[in-house]
């Protein structure tokens, strides 16, 4: 991607196109920020791409909250973690946490915003059913975030759009918040 909105630095009359006003890289893992940052780096894009080392459930929450504590401010004034409006989520996060952080992401869209995510694999087997008071085992937590995804599409797709594509490893989904 950053090839074709910096063009190649390999090439001295490569140019870029298309390139988005800002990109925000939210990855919790340090040590792969950093390297982002360095790839940011390399393309001259720091002036309008950043790596936050963050929780994506942290950054989103933080926005949503900047957003109501700052609701009658002019758009000028403004200054939330994200840049708003968010027209593009792209979602790479374990399955367990993969519905919470689509459902953080969709909420922050803009109109004729999309969340782009990895559908959960579907449980099989029995699990049993989680006991009161009991902390979940790994398997009941798949099937509990698996049921929480379908929620999360039912919701989105009585009200906007939701499209799937099947890849050779798993279906990916494709959530459109109406404009």
């Given amino acids: 991607m950053m090839d074709l909105w910096c063009g190649d630095p390999a090439i001295d009359e490569s140019e870029g196109s298309n390139r988005p006003e800002t990109l925000r890289v939210i990855e919790e893992g340090g040590k792969f920020g950093v390297i982002i940052d360095r790839l940011l780096r390399r393309y001259n894009a720091s002036s309008w791409a950043q790596v936050i080392s963050d929780p994506w459930s942290a950054i989103a929450a933080e926005t949503e909250s900047w957003n109501a504590a700052n609701a009658t401010l002019p758009d000028v004034a403004r200054s939330a ?4 409006p968010i027209d593009l ?12 952080a689509a459902t953080l992401a969709f909420n922050l869209l803009a109109p004729g915003g999309a969340v ?13 059913e989680p006991e009161q008071g009991v902390e979940m085992t790994p398997a009941q937590q798949v099937v509990a975030s698996f049921n929480q995804w379908i929620e999360f ?19 990916i989904g494709v959530f459109l918040r109406s404009a």
Avoid: C, K, M, W
């Fill in 81 to 84: 973690p994200l840049p708003q």
């Fill in 89 to 100: 989520v792209i979602i790479d996060l374990p399955e367990i946490e993969r519905v919470r």
């Fill in 116 to 128: 782009i995510a990895l559908e959960p694999q579907v449980p099989t087997g029995d699990v049993g």
């Fill in 153 to 171: 599409v039912q919701s989105v797709n009585s009200n906007h759009s939701a499209a799937f594509v099947e890849l050779a490893g798993g279906t």
